[in-house]
């Protein structure tokens, strides 16, 4: 059994900053993409930023420049680090990583950006 915990959301002002990790547990073997997707109220859930194992990443439009996507493979760990951060940016955040060839799902995060 694989778990996904994730860590780090909360409130924070309009040009604040906040980074958020996402570490993988159990029977872990191999872990070939990390990503981290969000969803705001009345939206579907959309992609934010995917990382390769081998460190290639990409990037939503809306994020770019302002997110960095890392991961640390020793610790089975992906880290979202959000600057600049814009009232838009203001959803629930999950990982999601392929881990011994099936996807799992972390259980969520809120980030608010508000004044």
């Known amino acids: 059994q694989v778990q996904l915990v994730e860590s780090g959301g909360g409130l924070v002002q309009p040009g604040g900053s906040l980074r958020l990790s996402c570490a993988a547990s159990?029977?872990?073997?191999?872990?070939?993409?990390m990503e981290w997707h969000r969803q705001a109220p009345g939206k579907e859930r959309e992609l934010v930023a995917r990382?390769?194992?081998?460190?290639?990443?990409n990037y939503a439009y809306s994020v770019k420049g302002r997110f960095t996507i890392s991961r640390d493979n020793a610790k089975n760990t992906v880290y979202l680090q959000m600057n600049s951060l814009k009232p838009e940016d203001t959803a629930v955040y999950y990982c999601?990583?392929?881990?011994?060839?099936?996807?799992?799902w972390g259980q969520g995060t809120q980030v608010t950006v508000s004044s």
């Open positions: 999601n990583m392929n881990v011994n060839r099936r996807t799992y």
């Open positions: 159990g029977n872990i073997f191999s872990i070939n993409v």
């Open positions: 990382i390769l194992n081998g460190g290639g990443t």
